[in-house]
């Protein structure tokens, strides 16, 4: 992956009908998805899998994270 051409996660999903699943493979940067988000990628999946999806916090754009960090202000204030 070149991190200058998007994108810099993919997702591939793909059903093994033999033992009756779907199985999803993420390939990412490790500028995008460190050890730590792929916990939290891994666990919104399960989450939406298993109906749960609306208990999710809601999203953040990411520009509003770049904002804050930039200024330095912290998140409850922003």
Not at 10 to 24: I, P, Q
Not at 33 to 61: M, N, Q, Y
């Amino acid at each position: 992956m070149a991190i200058d051409r998007a994108p810099l996660m993919r997702a591939y999903l793909a059903e093994d009908r033999a033992n009756r699943r779907w199985l999803l493979a993420l390939q990412t940067h490790h500028l995008v998805l460190d050890h730590e988000t792929l916990g939290i990628v891994s666990g919104e999946v399960a989450a939406f899998l298993a109906g749960r999806g609306e208990g999710l916090p809601t999203p953040v754009p990411f520009r509003e994270f770049v904002a804050q960090a930039r200024l330095r202000v912290p998140e409850d204030e922003h």
